[in-house]
């Protein structure tokens, strides 16, 4: 039960406190499941600034982006992602893909958890948090090692703390 | 409930011992799935908790006085009720541990760290759980030892004719599931422990799907260790055993040092005491270890024979349900074959998870991932499965409220 247990039910989380419901359908709204089956910016960028994976295993949901910069490094001029796992984790990715179109690096690194919750405008069990987060942690580190300031393989938001 | 028909489990008795199966959300009773994860546990095995806490708590093997006389007996006879429910000989062979996975650790550290070497082969199946796999791994980058890997059959089974070929003069131990946590399939140890012996390797039988749904004895298997979990067959979580021949127990070095291991220490050396103590390091689990027994004893009034039949079936009325969809895979054995309790499954391109998610909502509580066996979910070529898996108190009905509720995320995702 390596890590798995951990994963799905939290034990900081007590029992009592989980309203039914969160978790359920209504994290699938209409939003959620467009983005999920017509994915926006879907595919890849052959000559893209920089590419970056990201992959958690135990879920099996995978992301790979491709971001192209302005000339002068600073603004996200294009993005492409690919790749497979839950709604929620490809609904993210979709979603982000859209909202990072211009945007900065700067913006982009002063991202968090909480802007991508809102952006998908549902409420996240803390079970799955680590999908919805896995497409902009995917962009953050592409964007730190392409900069030299992070050296990675691979992200992952498994060993994430879940709550 | 399930229709009556002789040796059948009385379910609707058994589930009022479960006081949590009368849980509701929204008006929406539970339908709980996930008993290969965990199982709920019956107030007698509650009780005998409370019971433990409220008049006799006490560390054992080292006060002279009343509780500590009280508690260090039932702790003792904890183990002989739950060796003699394994069909072990008492109590020199069965080691109370935290559960499977430290058993597998175990045997791991205190056997095949001192035993192994370059040159010598683990054998472990393709449909191993992380447990064994991932400590087997391990062992063998730290001893040089090679770790291979007994294929499994498009149809869930272990492939014997590549057994034989695998197991041989190299071997030194073959690590096997005795019920697949993922498949269900129940696989053939016994065979398997004439393979290994015939060719002078021990055999570990990880049993943690087997005990609580099966008659297990592990003499006829003939298995040299032998593991599994409490809070898988109505005990409480933080117990765990390994059955283990005494003589290999006897000869193997311990695991954990400190507290109650030990015999006599001077400032230079130690020595250690009997089985099965000498392996149980420090304070151990009491109370849990006498709460484990009482759910032996609960498992063995209703009959472990009645027990296993009904699992399978409950198992096969799931596949034959499933079957009527075209838009659901189902892994394992085909439906005919007997298994364990459980069933896993896709739903169309729907990932796993989003369907937990959905039938959370019917209060429908299944699993949704990759159950430990990431290798085995490799070679099936998928990244997640759904799992339903039963126990005692489950029935056909709850299996319609899982399929039914499947509808939803039909529509969802269509």
Known sequence: MIGFAAERFSAGIANLDVPMGIGGSDMYRQQILDHYKNPRNYGEIEDATFTHVGENPMCGDTIEMDVVLDDDEETIEAIAFQGDGCAISQASASMLSKRLEGMTIEELETMDRDDVIDMLGVDISPMRVKCAVLAEKVAQDGAEIYFGEKDLEETTTEDDDPE | ?414
Not at chain 2, 110 to 118: K, M, Q
């Open chain 2, 1 to 414: 409930m399930t229709v009556s028909e002789p040796g059948a489990l009385d379910v609707a008795s058994i589930r009022e011992d479960f006081p949590v199966l009368d849980r509701e959300f929204d008006g929406t009773p539970l339908v709980y799935l996930d008993n290969a994860a965990t199982t709920q546990t019956p107030q007698q095995v509650i009780d005998a908790i409370s019971e433990y806490y409220e008049t006799y708590n006490a560390n054992v093997h080292r006060g002279l006085h009343q509780l500590s006389q009280e508690a260090s007996i039932a702790y003792e006879e904890a183990h002989d009720t739950v060796a003699e429910f394994v069909g072990a000989a008492g109590r020199e062979e069965l080691i109370f541990t935290g559960n499977t996975t430290e058993s597998e650790n175990l045997v791991a550290y205190a056997w095949g760290l001192n035993e192994l070497g370059p040159g010598d082969e683990v054998v472990l199946t393709e449909m191993e759980h992380h447990a064994s796999l991932v400590t087997w791994q391990q062992i063998a980058k730290k001893t040089g030892a090679t770790v291979r890997y007994i294929r499994v059959t498009e149809d869930g089974h272990l492939d014997l004719d590549h057994a034989k070929k695998l197991i041989g003069s190299d071997t030194k131990l073959v690590s096997v599931l005795h019920v697949s946590n993922t498949l269900g399939t129940i696989n053939p140890v016994a065979d398997l422990a004439d393979l290994a012996h015939a060719h002078d390797a021990l055999i570990f039988v990880d049993g943690a799907q087997a005990v609580p749904n099966r008659p297990v004895d592990v003499e006829a298997i003939d298995a040299d260790f032998y593991a599994f979990s409490g809070h898988k067959m109505a005990g409480p979580t933080g117990i765990g055993a390994l059955y283990g021949k005494q003589a290999i127990l006897e000869a193997m070095e311990p695991f954990n040092y400190g507290g109650d291991m030990i015999t006599k220490v001077t400032f230079d050396d130690a020595t250690w005491n009997d089985l099965p103590w000498k392996f149980e390091a420090g304070t151990p689990k009491i109370a849990q270890g006498i709460a484990l027994a009482e759910a032996v004893e609960y498992l063995d009034d209703i009959g472990m024979e009645a027990i296993a039949r009904h699992e399978n079936e409950l198992a096969q009325y799931t596949l034959d349900r499933l079957a009527e969809f075209d838009d659901i895979e189902t892994f394992g054995p085909p439906a005919g074959t007997e298994r364990g309790g459980l069933v896993s499954f896709n739903l169309g391109t729907v990932h796993a998870h989003d369907l937990s998610s959905i039938l959370n909502d019917y209060a429908v509580a299944i699993r949704a991932g990759d159950h430990c066996t990431q290798p085995l979910h490799d070679k099936l070529g998928v990244a997640a499965t759904a799992r339903a898996s039963f126990y005692i108190y489950n029935t056909r009905e709850e299996i319609d409220v899982l399929i039914d509720a499947m509808d939803d995320a039909r529509e969802l995702f269509a």
